[in-house]
């Protein structure tokens, strides 16, 4: 197993489309989650899976975004109707229930024109 | 609701400087802290995680030590490189699970 795998690394959009990020967790972590990270700042928390059950959705999730996370395994992360502000590096990461510590993948670049 | 403070933003060294990375956080009722490093337009690798019984942990070069009473964590590099060169984030666990982090320190090591 190779990490966490995030796709695409780099994604360019139109204001107003939708886009949809992948991430593929190691394979024997059951916790999932998402995080943003715009420029100069530090990551900000998303949401969580824990298996296939999204168990808390941070605020700055509009009704815009929804997260998947199917059998527990994969998980998507789609931005319908996209803005400018939504432009940022989509981070995913992997963690094993009662162990410390994330392991990131390499993030997902949105920009929105 | 907590924050996550780190100082300074931006350190420039010449090469084989020892240096210490400030964190600060508001609440003391952490689960752990854990230290990242970030390349440009990078993911983040994990460096050291503490444990919010510990007082330091270490890995080659670096040390980081965690005081909670007083909110505070530094990292220590020892012997900086150019390889070291990047963006160092320092996370606090607020739970089993979820992370605050701090804007970073973007640490540049000049040959």
């Known amino acids: 197993d190779t990490g966490v795998s995030q796709d695409p690394r780099h994604k360019i959009t139109k204001r107003g489309q939708n886009v949809t990020f992948r991430c593929d967790p190691i394979?024997?972590?059951?916790?999932l989650y998402w995080y943003r990270q715009t420029l100069g700042q530090g990551p900000e928390f998303l949401t969580y899976?824990?298996?296939?059950?999204?168990?808390?959705k941070s605020r700055l999730l509009s009704d815009r975004f929804s997260a998947e996370r199917p059998k527990g395994s994969f998980s998507t992360l789609e931005i319908q109707r996209t803005e400018q502000g939504d432009s940022a590096m989509y981070l995913c990461?992997?963690?094993?229930?009662?162990?410390?510590?994330?392991?990131f993948g390499s993030g997902t670049r949105l920009t929105v024109v | 609701k907590q924050e996550v403070t780190q100082i300074p933003a931006a350190l420039s060294v010449p090469e084989g400087e020892n240096l210490v990375l400030n964190c600060s956080f508001t609440?003391?009722?952490?689960?752990?802290l854990q230290w990242f490093r970030q390349d440009p337009g990078k993911g983040l690798t994990s460096l050291l995680l503490?444990?919010?019984?510990?007082r330091e942990q270490t890995s080659g070069r670096l040390n980081a030590s965690l005081d909670k009473s007083s909110g505070r964590s530094t990292l220590y590099i020892a012997a900086s490189q150019p390889g070291d060169s990047a963006t160092y984030l320092c996370?606090?666990?607020?739970?089993?699970?979820?992370?605050?982090f701090g804007t970073g320190t973007r640490l540049k090591v000049l040959a």
């Open positions: 503490i444990q919010s019984s510990q």
């Open positions: 609440d003391s009722a952490i689960y752990n």
């Open positions: 996370a606090v666990g607020s739970g089993t699970y979820k992370y605050i």
């Open positions: 394979s024997e972590h059951n916790r």
């Open positions: 899976f824990q298996n296939e059950a999204q168990l808390e």
């Open positions: 990461a992997s963690s094993l229930q009662g162990e410390n510590g994330y392991t």
